[in-house]
């Protein structure tokens, strides 16, 4: 595979001088340059090689992009406001996996991660919902339409569904709200069957422990304050760098505890993309975009009604009810958004 391409503008191309062509491909030469490696690309950004980058990690746009350079103008960098829809940026749990059924197991796994300490920058936006930044994202109670929707699978669903809208527990609260938020995920395990036994190591009742590997392609270690809070409830917690074609293998496979996933924007609800991402049909499809393992009927039924929606009050009820029933089951660790494109 080359490390660069050099794209040169015809002179003679037969329809420069049409109307429709006017005012298009003005520049006489384009350089494409290719980096395997994210941190030779940065540096090399750094050393003037190329002239436009863009910078799709916060944290790296935040901690990374700054220096001489930046203060002095050389190098100029900006993040646009946008309005679009953010779906999950989330930590995703492999459903197939026994040790992840247990509803009490994956919050509580959950309040181990501590989004507060990861966005001590302030960069990122927590995300509470399936669909951020819209009026797709539920609120509040249910509507009196959502409950109709939501009725019929009233014994299949965690009761908080019928509830307020999800909010992940937050560590800024009060000095001791991670200690709490610990405490509590400790009493879900218990619940759950998991103890801690004489070794310091979570342990189910047959004496089995319990262990989790999350799966990353391209850096490790970004997440030190969820592997220290993983430690003190007992499990064992590793994570595995991988090159991105066994990574791409072992995702198609389903062969993964925990993986993360950027679930991308949006402008209206899709239901093909969400069928995709959580249709019960795709879930034991190995290729498939559902990586969680989902199947449900009431997810089935309700990404059904998004695609059959006439009206925005029958999208945005139907929405509402999808993102509470998918955001109180926990199948995922809901992470963080942006509302700018940064450059």
């Known amino acids: 595979m080359p490390s660069r391409i050099e794209l040169q503008r015809n002179p003679q191309y037969w329809a420069r001088d049409l109307p429709v062509r006017r005012g298009h491909f003005n520049f006489d030469r384009i350089v494409y340059r290719m980096y395997k490696d994210l941190d030779v690309k940065r540096e090399a950004f750094k050393a003037g090689e190329f002239d436009l980058t863009r910078e799709l990690a916060a944290r790296a746009y935040a901690r990374i992009h700054k220096g001489p350079k930046w203060d002095d103008g050389r190098i100029a960098k900006k993040a646009w406001q946008v309005d679009t829809g953010s779906m999950l940026q989330a930590i995703d ?28 920058l302030g960069t990122f936006e927590r995300a509470n919902s399936v669909f951020n930044n819209t009026a ?18 009233r014994a299949q669903l965690p009761k908080t569904v019928f509830g307020p809208a999800f909010q992940a527990p937050r560590n800024d609260t009060h000095p ?30 047959q004496g089995e422990a319990f262990t ?25 917690y590793t994570e595995r760098l991988v090159d991105f074609s066994l990574y791409r293998r072992r995702l198609e496979s389903f062969d993964y505890d925990l993986i993360i996933i950027v679930e991308g924007k949006f402008t209206l609800p899709n239901a093909s993309d969400l069928r995709s991402l959580y249709g019960s049909s795709e879930a034991d499809v190995q290729g498939s975009n559902n990586f969680r393992g989902v199947k449900s009927p009431a997810v089935d039924a309700l990404i059904e009604r998004i695609g059959a929606a006439s009206t925005m009050d029958e999208l945005l009820t139907a929405s509402h009810a999808l993102d509470r029933v998918i955001m109180w089951n926990h199948w995922q660790i809901p992470q963080l958004f942006t509302k700018t494109e940064p450059t």
């Open 176 to 205: 001791n709200a991670l200690r709490d938020n610990l405490k509590h995920a400790a009493q879900l395990l218990a619940q759950a069957g998991w103890n801690v036994a004489d070794d310091g190591v979570l342990r189910n009742a």
């Open 212 to 236: 989790m590997e999350y799966l990353e392609p391209s850096q490790v270690g970004r997440n030190p304050e969820f592997e220290r809070n993983l430690k003190k409830l007992g499990i064992q």
């Open 93 to 120: 749990f492999n459903l197939r996996r026994p040790k992840f059924q247990d509803i009490r197991v994956r919050e509580a796994i959950m309040n181990a991660w501590d989004f507060e300490s990861y966005n001590r």
């Open 136 to 153: 797709f994202a539920a609120s509040g109670e249910p509507s009196a339409g959502e409950l109709k929707l939501l009725e019929p699978f």
